[in-house]
């Protein structure tokens, strides 16, 4: 059996930014350490806006500049 440690969004606006919280920062050297100490296979997601991001679906429910 594969291991694989998935890491969600873990960027700066989901953690200290525009859509943070302080129970984000508060993982983030637990997780720092989990991810040094891991020796197997490592996906990391990135959420990312083009410029049009306000006139999307999510942007109109999320009206809230990130990524």
């Not at 806006?49 to 990524?67: I, N």
Request: proline fraction near 1%.
């Amino acid at each position: 059996m594969k291991k694989l440690l998935v890491v969600v969004d873990m960027q700066n606006d989901f953690v200290s930014g525009a859509l943070g919280s302080k129970e984000a920062c508060a993982i983030v050297s637990n997780l720092s350490d989990k991810i040094r100490a891991w020796d197997a296979d490592l996906a990391i997601t990135l959420d990312t806006h083009g410029d049009d991001y306000f006139q999307t679906v999510e942007g109109k429910k999320l009206p809230v500049a990130h990524c």
